[in-house]
């Protein structure tokens, strides 16, 4: 369901089999942890996708976790991790959250850049809009890929 550390993945998606999606921020601890918890909960096995990022955290960030637990979305088994070139190639769609320059830049990839707030060292009630935001983002995403129907 999308967010292994390695590339056991790697080979269902970027090939025409199923969309492959790769979300970046700079300490891969908040936004695109709840990304690809969405992604992997949504897309139900018809797309993977992973994250990273260029100055990985030593943690997930907990508020993070809690936010999608309310949601009954458990992302505790992740951890945040530097994004590889070999995701960056397979990826069909990269997603960047804030991380401006940092994040790498492929010729003729096709990026999004989702402008949301860095729910780091907020409380619960100022990150619960930003998880609800990048669910949405997911949702129209998935549509996008045809994953999701409209």
Same mark, same amino acid.
């Given at each position: ?7 056991d993945?790697l ?8 969309p ?16 690809l ?12 996708a992973w994250?990273?990022?260029?100055? @990985?955290a030593s !943690?997930?960030? $907990?508020?993070a976790? #809690? ?7 458990d992302?505790? &088994?992740?951890f945040?991790k ?12 990269v ?23 860095d729910?780091a060292?907020? @409380?619960?009630? !100022?990150?619960? $809009?930003?998880?609800? #935001?990048?669910?949405r983002r ?5 549509? &996008? ?6």
């Amino acid at each position: 369901m999308g967010g292994d550390d390695n590339l056991d993945n790697l080979n269902s998606g970027g090939n025409g089999e199923k969309p492959a999606v790769l979300f970046l921020c700079v300490h891969n601890a908040g936004r695109s942890q709840m990304a690809l918890g969405f992604f992997g909960h949504r897309s139900k096995g018809r797309a993977v996708a992973w994250s990273g990022g260029s100055e @990985p955290a030593s !943690e997930i960030n $907990p508020v993070a976790v #809690e936010a999608m637990a309310e949601l009954g979305i458990d992302i505790t &088994r992740e951890f945040p991790k530097l994004w590889t070139m070999e995701h960056l190639e397979a990826a069909d769609v990269v997603v960047t959250m804030g991380c401006g320059d940092s994040c790498p830049v492929i010729p003729g990839k096709r990026y999004e850049d989702w402008e949301l707030q860095d729910p780091a060292g907020k @409380p619960i009630e !100022e990150v619960r $809009p930003i998880r609800d #935001e990048i669910g949405r983002r997911v949702d129209a995403l998935l549509q &996008r890929l045809e994953v999701l129907g409209g």
